[in-house]
Antibody
Framework: EVQLVESGGGLVQPGGSLRLSCAAS????????MSWVRQAPGKGLEWVAN????????TYVDSVKGRFTFSRDNAKNSLYLQMNSLRAEDTAVYYC?????????WGQGALVTVSS | EIVLTQSPGTLSLSPGERATLSCRAS???????LAWYQQKPGQAPRLLIS???SRATGVPDRFSGSGSGTDFTLTIIRLEPEDFAVYYC??????????FGQGTKLEIK
């Protein structure tokens, strides 16, 4: 059974940093692109970033470029989203997803709240 | 960057009726790389349709996707109570960002 479990969410002050993790299991992790998608409270879905199978290629939405860094550790079947210089508008539930062209599996999400 | 526009914003129907949801792209979606997702309150989204018309594993056959180029449709025939949710379209493939439409809320009339 494919499972994606996010952790690391919480409350952080504007300008602060947070690192999200995603533990993957139930599939051959090294053969898939992976993505992060976020959803602000009461709003729609926003694609944030993706990473290729070996972590050498990453793409980000413009609003997080230079602030967020997506990485993966294939030995641990894990993903990481390092978020720096956080802003109020980054407040959202962050979902870890598997890319099988479309996003075929999603984690339950981790809530990040940026507020003073 | 492709912009997806979904219509209507809200659709009010009764169980047993047919729902037709639209997703229009600002430019042609290559290879029909268009997906539809369903999201219920408090839950993560669920993949329904990929490649514009291929149902994901376990998705009932009352859900169907169609379209090509810039115009895509999700149709749900014989609405069941569990189908009332928010639906999003998304383009994917080799040209990120893989943006989503703003969503259509399907509510019980």
């Amino acid at each position: 059974e494919v499972q994606l479990v996010e952790s690391g969410g919480g409350l952080v002050q504007p300008g602060g940093s947070l690192r999200l993790s995603c533990a993957a299991s139930g599939f051959t992790f090294t053969t898939y692109y992976m993505s992060w998608v976020r959803q602000a409270p009461g709003k729609g879905l926003e694609w944030v970033a993706n990473i290729n199978q070996d972590g050498s290629e990453k793409t980000y939405v413009d609003s997080v470029k230079g602030r967020f860094t997506f990485s993966r550790d294939n030995a641990k079947n894990s993903l990481y989203l390092q978020m720096n210089s956080l802003r109020a508008e980054d407040t959202a539930v962050y979902y870890c997803t598997r890319e099988n062209w479309s996003l075929d599996y999603w984690g339950q999400g981790a809530l990040v709240t940026v507020s003073s | 960057e492709i912009v997806l526009t979904q219509s209507p914003g809200t659709l009010s129907l009764s169980p047993g009726e047919r729902a037709t949801l639209s997703c229009r792209a600002s430019q042609s979606v290559s290879n029909n790389y268009l997906a539809w997702y369903q999201q219920k309150p408090g839950q993560a989204p669920r993949l329904l349709i990929s490649g514009a018309s291929s149902r994901a594993t376990g998705v009932p056959d009352r859900f169907s996707g169609s379209g090509s180029g810039t115009d895509f449709t999700l149709t749900i025939i014989r609405l069941e109570p569990e189908d009332f949710a928010v639906y999003y379209c998304q383009h994917y493939g080799t040209s990120p960002p893989h943006s989503f439409g703003q969503g259509t809320k399907l509510e019980i009339k």
